[in-house]
Every structure is written in structure tokens, then in C-alpha cells.
């Protein structure tokens, strides 16, 4: 079962949520899911801080 992050109601659902223009995944596990939001901002922090 694959896992997201509705960005509309700031929570995680499963597979049969919300459309996936709204969400973020598919993650491997609930979790992983739960940590969208913080993920992302590390890799943009790594992105901004990247001088290439």
C-alpha cells in the first residue's frame, strides 16, 4: 500500500485520497508520509545552499 500527504487537509491518507495534484508520494509507509513537509524542506535548504 503506497502512503501521501494531502497538502488541502495536512494530513496523511492513503491511496484512494485525495487527487494527486493536491498531495505529495506515494511513500512506502504512514510515516514516511507524515514527514513530507520536513523532507522537502531539507532538500530545499540543500538546493539553496548548493553554489553549483
Do not use: I, T
Amino acid at each position: 500500500m503506497s502512503w501521501y500527504f494531502c497538502l488541502e487537509h495536512q494530513k496523511v491518507e492513503p491511496e484512494d485520497g485525495c487527487p494527486n495534484s493536491e498531495r505529495m508520494g506515494p511513500y512506502h509507509s504512514e510515516g514516511e508520509a507524515a514527514m513530507a513537509l520536513e523532507h522537502a524542506a531539507e532538500r530545499n535548504a540543500e538546493f539553496d545552499s548548493d553554489e553549483d
